[in-house]
């Protein structure tokens, strides 16, 4: 699949190359403490910092038509990673989106930019019909992201993906294009979000602090 170069203002994505790998490598070390509780990890294997054999992965799931890896820019550097990932077709015709953002490039409303242009190419370049964030609990950023940009909850999912070592529920956010007279980002930047989109029902976010050992007692 062609991974194009997307970009509003400063803001911008573009497809990631090996050659990325360094200075993608050098800021996942940096970000550490930062990104840590938040990266998906293997129950079956340690955390690796091998960036060229990722990149090389995401690539062939590119081009096998599954995903579409990019780049995050902010004035021409290098400011994090976003990924469309297990893009499906035909009846199915969805997608989800993973992103990272270094601690230095946060509050500069990177993170909306780029998801709100990475679904809309989804929605109107690649013609899929539905994409999905699915967000911890306790990620307060991310939470306000989907906010902002209108995705609509769905629900909380227990135990979802390994994350930091251990297995975390996900709060689940989507969009479908029947719901966008207008994308995403331009949607957003007129502040014409429908009331209520992104928000989490109370009784969600008390659930989502229940361990759930206790709550299959």
Avoid at 25 to 34: D, F, M, P, Q, V
Avoid at 152 to 174: K, P, S
Wanted: proline share 6%; hydrophobic share 40%; net charge positive.
């Amino acid at each position: 699949m062609f991974v194009p170069s997307l970009a509003d203002g400063a803001i911008a994505l573009r497809p990631i190359r090996i050659r990325d790998s360094k200075a993608l490598e050098n800021e996942l070390i940096a970000n550490r403490a930062w990104l840590r509780k938040w990266e998906a990890t293997s129950p079956n294997a340690p955390m690796s910092f091998d960036t060229r054999a990722s990149i090389r992965s995401l690539q062939q799931n590119a081009r096998a038509g599954f995903g579409l890896p990019f780049v995050i820019e902010y004035n021409g550097e290098i400011a994090g990673q976003l990924n469309v990932s297990s893009i499906s077709y035909g009846s199915v015709s969805s997608a989800s989106i993973g992103y990272w953002v270094a601690e230095r490039f946060a509050g500069l409303n990177i993170t909306p930019t780029v998801v709100a242009l990475a679904t809309d190419h989804c929605f109107y370049s690649v013609g899929l019909h539905r994409m999905e964030i699915c967000i911890r609990p306790e990620n307060a950023p991310s939470l306000r992201v989907v906010e902002k940009l209108g995705f609509r909850y769905e629900g909380l999912r227990r135990r979802y993906i390994h994350i930091n070592g251990d297995w975390r529920d996900h709060f689940c956010f989507a969009l479908v294009g029947e719901e966008l007279p207008v994308g995403v980002l331009r949607r957003w930047k007129e502040a014409s979000i429908p009331p209520g989109h992104g928000s989490v029902p109370e009784a969600d976010r008390l659930e989502a602090l229940t361990p759930i050992a206790t709550r299959l007692r």
